[in-house]
């Protein structure tokens, strides 16, 4: 079975930054792909960055330059690193993987980027 814990949300201000830690379970962690996700109040969710078991990354546009994602397979743990944060950036952050042809997310942390 595969269990994902997010951590590391919090209000912020504009402009301040934060980072999200994912901690997986599993013993084959460096293998997957791994993607964060937010979901905006009152908006679907959406992909907004993703790290192949290569390290490549990829990023969803708004957040290019501003967000870092990294993994450490030792640690079985994906990061987001969040940088210049902006009101718009306020959502559920959720970790998620795709382990034996099924998605699997963790409950997901909240950032809320107000002054």
């Known amino acids: 079975q595969v269990y994902l814990r997010e951590s590391g949300g919090g209000l912020v201000q504009p402009g301040e930054s934060l980072r999200l830690s994912c901690a997986a379970s599993g013993s084959t962690f460096k293998l997957w792909t791994m993607n964060w996700y937010r979901q905006p109040p009152g908006r679907e969710r959406e992909l ?68």
Do not use: H
């Open 48 to 115: 907004v960055a993703s790290i192949s078991s290569a390290g490549t990354t990829n990023y969803e546009d708004s957040v290019k330059g501003r967000f870092a994602i990294s993994r450490d397979n030792v640690r079985n743990t994906v990061y987001l690193q969040m940088n210049t944060l902006r009101p718009e950036d306020t959502a559920v952050y959720y970790c998620q993987t795709k382990y034996n042809d099924a998605n699997r997310w963790g409950k997901g942390t909240l950032v809320t980027v107000s002054s």
